[in-house]
């Protein structure tokens, strides 16, 4: 397969955007000017960009507690999003989501979700909209390896196979939920495995390869298109934070994560890929990143500047009429 | 058959018929379905008869509700599921954030336990998390309900935990005039709306208009009208809250019976004028006390017509215990008429 | 494997009686004796017995809306059980539970269950208890084919790989889920697998034939006491009856039952095998039937007779104390 | 620091400390798990760590609440599960039945969308289902509301929902004393017992006897007395009921703050009494009004002390809304000491 360098500096731009949007929450985490709980997606970027590089503003991506990543592979507005995280007024959601709700259904970001397994019988949902209205458009569900054992998941996955659904589940392994090994917690350790056995088509690739993850998607999103069905991707990942900012990770071996940023970093792996193969020079790699910093720099001035939202929001947006 | 007052909006009742409940909300759907393409149906046995060897639309719902919808409107429209609500609730809710609006069912309302996240922290909330940009126009329908014997887990209202739950509307029609009216309305509204039908009212007739009308949510209706007291009945309490008017009636004693029709939103001005004059009330209700639905109508009147309560108010609820199997346990279970009309003399002695 | 003639004689009178209870059943629900919605079992009762011709009373079931074979596979009182489907004051449940809830805890039988998919994840509770106090003993839970769609079985199945639980997911595919086929509803078509895909053994059985139960459920048994966690077993079988009593069975073809009742009778199964065998005569299988018709006689004649429950009974039994 | 005056069988006082709220649950989880080797604790990250190569006990529940029970009891006893909360609760439920003391652990309420069936169809229900035979000695603790930025699926309290369930119990310690005795009576209880503890309270600081030491359920404590008012607030409400109470103290108002400490089963007697001498009565609740706790009481007052009342009674309470996740909202949304304040006023001066 060949990349166009419009194509390939895109995904780029994406993967480098949600690292340094991501540090940079943790910092003004820190520095207290982010509110609640929040999970940062840093290290995972391939496959938020590997996924919604095959997709428009019209299919529907279904997020997790750690949406950040989803929602700028999506397309969110980055600024829209720092000041939604910070509770401002003028958030994607007028700051009453913050981190764990955030959702713009305009780019087709049916929202982050705190409860682990709401996000795919929603999806599910999407993609009967797209059957129902012929669109040809698709769903596609993030899920985590934890979250594939919750019985919501298991209902959707199985769901989307008798309907049919232009759904793909993408189940992101990074190994833990919170401070549980997926090995201990997924019983027979194959994710893929378990959603093929609902009658699906299943594969698994390497998460921190853009290019393995763009691929596998690209078969599936198209299949689901021609009206094939659904499938999974189980997408092997290193976290790079912790389970939330502030997460003191003592179930995670000294040196553990140390290593594995040296060795497991997607945006790296891109970076050596894209340059040795001759599509990208650095300096064009060089210069997005500092088009980004400066973007994520605006994202918390304007942020910061923002005002909370009035009193008056309380008991607005709960209905449409009552 | 009592044709509530306040209903509004009809269109020409002129060509109108004798419909039992069942009927009525069958001819809303199919109404509402030629309608609007964008509306769909989905649940267990809505159809029946998926991937059997012997008939489609085997069923039309357990209860016969949405028969004939399928052989009509296709598959597509009208989709049978696996025994997985979490999956039907959720699909309705993500299909209803991107452009079809749905009607999903809950073939018992005792169900929702295995998909209450689905209905009260995602389709309840998205539009206020996101900020106003959602709009989750699905209905939820459900049976209710004591009297069919059909114990513990299958014969439960549960209405007061999702009238609890803030971004929910809950409706619940006594009659089959009503059904039609708010089932249409139900329909058409943005929100998600909870459609609670007792079981036990589905063979209840009366003169329903044949063409499509929608009655609004808010809006209480007066099925028997006097000054002596006030009496709020809810669903299936309705009729016997009537009979009991219509006894005491005949010992000129005259009673407001108040149907909500809709308990979220509640019409708490319509309950409130009539105490105001009756200064008496009794709220019947088929679920229990603790944290429901009279002990809510109780606590705004309470408060709110404080001056003009010339009695107590009277709860008129099943114990706090489970619905039991036995028939003889049951029928002590469910408000009674005597123990309506008892609870009626009380206010009206005291 | 070779089997005593009391052996055989237990089976089949258990098998027996269940056939005769439902067919009565159904008839003293048609003369409006009883009351409710009730879901008989006729044409399933080699998987009850072969399953629980492997438990004692000290290991536990959990069982479905489709219990009353189950309960009399496990032990439960003939007279009782009658009683408490009637609504009688001295049924097995004072009469509030009825078809659908009825239970015996002493004889292992925890519950009916009118929640599909309500069992499971108590059996693994059951299974747990063993576990942890040591006794050696097994949890069994009875699901169908509708129910292996539902959320919490799913999570049971996985929950009680992760704790290696001694617990048997016994799978009574009967091809429908009420009027849903399960080749429409079970994605995969394949329950066995999707159990397996959890990671535990399963197997597939011939659900008419005794042995084949009885032996393949052995095998899951031994294995879970001695430590070597839980195990599923699919076992296809026929619906003799409706999904409840006086279901008109539209979605069935024509004739479908009345051939199947011919050519896949369990009983029958039963017979030729033991007689042909040389196992039985004839003749004791004769005077099992006619014991067991006695039986439910006077299980219908004690069930008339006794009283219904004092109202005073409406408020007891809620709590223990309060 | 309140200390509670109604608290009951406590054992030797004289070996105590100042404990937090979380530290107080913790103890009695140890000592309960040593007294009675039945006791197990299961849920999410209970421990933490399973399955990872790093420390064992990793986490000790999320809020640190069972920290340092499985280094003490093993994995046996403390159980890491999957994020499978209707497996959680079942499994519960069933080894109840079992002959285990099950305390499972909801790590947010918010969650029990997911398992609510397990919760109010399984677990609630067995007893009266199977005729008195089954017993269910199972805790549920799960943490409720907000205050956090937590957001919408992670700051609801929800008592209301359950406490309507019969065969339910339902426990809102509002102190770290409180919360040891009352952990204990949970697991020695043999019904079903919901523990709420709210995030906000974890790191309130009060003496709590070393000992064991039971608070029998149904019996409030008056954190203040007086009979100018009657306040009755619940869980994280309390303290904000006791600081407006030491206010109006210095003003010469004396109120009974009246902490029910279980709301099912609730000490209505308490309210009642109260209310009988001081004839006015605000409830202070996390919850929504609608079939809410706060209404719950306030149909039981009003119909039981109606002739005592002198003024309306007043509910402070929050919209209803979703719990917004913006600081300025949700501060808000949370009832304040000034509506609490102000409402103590309103009935004063009525
Ligand atoms: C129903 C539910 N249970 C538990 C939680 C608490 N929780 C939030 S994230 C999480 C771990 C999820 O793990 P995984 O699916 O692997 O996603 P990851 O955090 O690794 O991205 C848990 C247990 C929740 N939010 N919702
Ligand atoms: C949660 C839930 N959903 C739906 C139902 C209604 N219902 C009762 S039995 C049944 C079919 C179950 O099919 P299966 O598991 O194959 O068992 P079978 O009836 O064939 O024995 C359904 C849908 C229910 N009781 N509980
Ligand atoms: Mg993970
Ligand atoms: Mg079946």
């Known amino acids: 397969m060949s990349y166009s360098p419009e194509f390939l500096l895109r995904a780029y731009r994406g993967m480098k955007t949600i690292r340094l949007f991501e540090e940079r929450v943790t910092r003004e985490f820190e520095a207290g000017n982010i509110p609640g709980f929040v999970h940062v997606y840093d290290g995972q970027e391939a496959i938020a960009l590997g996924v919604c590089m095959n997709l428009d503003d019209a299919d529907i991506i279904g997020s997790t507690h750690r949406g950040h990543g989803h929602c700028i592979a999506k397309g969110c507005d980055v600024i829209g999003m720092m000041k939604e995280i910070m509770g401002k007024a003028d958030g994607l959601c007028k700051g009453k989501g913050g981190s764990m709700h955030i959702a713009d259904i305009d780019k087709g970001m049916l929202g982050a979700n705190a409860i682990v397994g709401g996000g795919p019988p929603l999806c599910n949902g999407a993609a009967l909209s797209a059957k129902t209205l012929k669109t040809g458009k698709v769903a596609v569900s993030f899920n985590g390896d934890g979250s594939s054992n919750q019985g919501t998941v298991m209902e959707a996955l199985n769901l989307a196979v008798v309907l049919q659904l232009p759904h793909l589940f993408v189940f992101e392994n990074n190994g833990y939920g919170e401070g549980t090994g997926a090995d201990y917690a997924v019983g027979s350790g194959d994710i893929a495995g378990r959603a093929a056995a609902f009658g699906m088509p299943a594969e698994k690739v390497d998460g921190a390869d853009f290019f393995a993850v763009y691929e596998a998607t690209a078969k599936a999103v198209q299949r689901a298109r021609e009206g094939g069905g659904p499938s999974a991707l189980e997408a092997d990942i290193i976290r790079f934070s912790g389970h939330f900012i502030g997460d003191p990770q003592l179930y995670r071996a000294k040196g553990e994560i140390t290593q594995l940023r040296k060795e497991r970093d997607c945006l790296n792996f891109f970076r050596d890929r894209v340059t040795g193969e001759g599509w990208l020079k650095a300096g064009q790699l060089n210069s997005v990143d500092d088009e980004v910093a400066a973007l994520i720099e605006r994202a918390v001035e304007e942020g910061l500047a923002s005002p909370l939202p009035a009193v008056s929001e309380l008991t607005t947006d709960v209905y449409c009429s009552y | ?350």
Chains 1, 3 share one sequence.
Do not use: W
């Open chain 2, 1 to 350: 058959m009592n044709q509530p007052q306040k209903a509004v909006n009809v269109v020409d009742q002129a060509t109108s018929s004798v419909k039992t409940f069942r009927e009525a909300i069958n001819e809303a759907l199919h109404q509402e379905m030629e309608r609007d393409p964008t509306v769909i149906v989905l649940g267990e046995e809505v159809s029946g008869g998926a991937g059997c060897s012997g008939e489609d639309d085997a069923y039309g719902g357990v209860f016969g509700v949405t028969k004939g919808l399928m052989p009509k409107f296709g598959r597509e429209r009208v989709i049978d599921t696996p025994i997985s609500e979490s999956a039907i609730i959720g699909a309705a809710a993500g299909a209803a954030n991107t452009g079809l609006r749905p009607v999903a069912e809950l073939m018992f309302f005792d169900f929702i336990g295995v998909c209450f996240d689905q209905i009260f922290n995602q389709a309840a909330k998205f539009r206020y998390m996101f900020g106003g940009k959602a709009k989750t126009p699905m209905v939820i329908r459900a049976t209710v309900g004591a009297g069919m014997r059909a114990g513990a887990q299958h014969s439960n209202m549960l209405h007061p935990v999702v009238v609890h739950i803030a971004g929910l509307k809950v409706v619940m029609p006594s009659n089959a005039y009503d059904a039609k009216g708010l089932m249409i309305s139900a329909i058409r509204d943005d929100d998600p709306v909870i459609f609670l039908e007792h079981k036990c009212l589905y063979d209840a007739k009366c003169e329903v208009p044949d063409a499509p009308y929608a009655i609004p949510f808010g809006e209480a209706a007066f099925p028997r009208q006097g000054s002596d007291a006030t009496v709020v009945a809810i669903s299936a309490m309705v009729p016997k809250a009537i009979a009991v008017a219509d006894k005491l009636a005949k010992e000129g004693i005259h009673i407001d019976v108040i149907d909500p029709r809709t308990v979220s939103p509640l019409d708490d001005e319509a309950i409130l004028e009539s105490v105001e004059l009756s200064g008496r009330l009794v709220i019947v209700d088929e679920a229990n006390d603790r944290c429901g639905m009279a002990a809510d109508i109780s606590s705004i009147v309470a408060e709110r017509a404080f001056g003009a309560l010339r009695a107590p108010i009277r709860k008129v609820t099943p114990p706090h215990t489970p619905v039991p199997f036995a028939p003889s346990l049951e029928d002590a279970y469910i408000p009674s008429e005597a123990r309506i009309e008892q609870a009626v003399r009380d206010v009206l002695g005291a």
